[in-house]
């Protein structure tokens, strides 16, 4: 596997479920990130991790609950869920997070969650 | 009003046509400007990437950088089927990691 890689690519879930967003990146970077894309919006920076630490949470409600075991996974964990939350999830990672430079930061393909 | 504006589209335009996508920023402390493309079921990838203003190109592609308007634009050039894709602008003041995104637009080109 190269590149960045998520898993499952699509979840349809209950209100009441719980489950897992799985990301993992091949590239060695040491920063990574969850995004959420709705349709016609910008995208919305949910968490960073910064070698292992998060260093960002952008007012995300506590249903989301990120984990960052090391440098190359990332997982969101999923319970009670709204259907609005219904969205294309994104992870990224790039070489760092921080500096006074743009850091390409890398896509994987997403996991399409829907919420009944 | 949004950091960052962005017609979602779509637009449609025949195979070769030239393309201009653009977008319309407030934050005059923007200094690094990039253009993701993203196919359909992928996730975005970079396309170009500009540092403060002038224009830059490469093959079919040219991004062009306006600070005085605070708008930056994305030229491709005999537009191809394969170009269909949704083109999100964003851009960073290069202070953090943080990337400022537009809504992305939608580009379809007509064989």
């Known amino acids: 596997e190269t590149g960045v890689t998520q898993t499952p690519r699509h979840l349809v879930m209950g209100m009441t479920n719980k489950k897992s967003l799985k990301c993992e990146q091949h590239?060695?970077?040491?920063?990574m990130y969850w995004y959420k894309q709705s349709a016609k919006k910008p995208l919305e920076l949910m968490f960073v991790?910064?070698?292992?630490?998060?260093?960002e949470n952008n007012s995300v409600p506590s249903r989301f609950s990120p984990e960052c075991p090391n440098s190359s996974h990332l997982f969101l964990h999923l319970h009670t869920l709204q259907p609005e939350d219904s969205a294309l999830y994104l992870c990224?990672?790039?070489?760092?997070?921080?500096?006074?430079?743009?850091?390409?930061?890398?896509f994987g393909p997403g996991t399409r969650l829907t919420v009944l | 009003q949004k950091e960052v504006e962005q017609d979602p589209g779509p637009l449609s335009v025949p195979e070769g046509a030239i393309v201009s996508l653009n977008c319309t920023y407030s934050?005059?402390?923007?200094?690094?400007f990039m253009w993701y493309r993203q196919y359909s079921r992928k996730g975005p990838e970079l396309l170009m990437y500009?540092?403060s203003s002038g224009n830059k190109e490469d093959g079919r592609f040219t991004a062009q950088v306006d600070k005085s308007s605070k708008y930056i634009s994305l030229f491709i050039r005999d537009s191809q089927p394969s170009d269909s894709a949704t083109y999100l602008c964003?851009?960073?003041?290069?202070?953090?990691?943080?990337?400022?995104w537009g809504a992305g637009t939608k580009l379809i080109i007509k064989p």
């Open positions: 990224a990672s790039s070489r760092k997070s921080q500096g006074s430079s743009y850091n390409e930061q890398f």
């Open positions: 964003a851009m960073s003041d290069g202070s953090n990691y943080q990337l400022i």
């Open positions: 934050n005059s402390a923007f200094q690094y």
């Open positions: 991790y910064n070698f292992k630490e998060q260093t």
């Open positions: 590239l060695g970077h040491n920063a």
């Open positions: 500009t540092y």
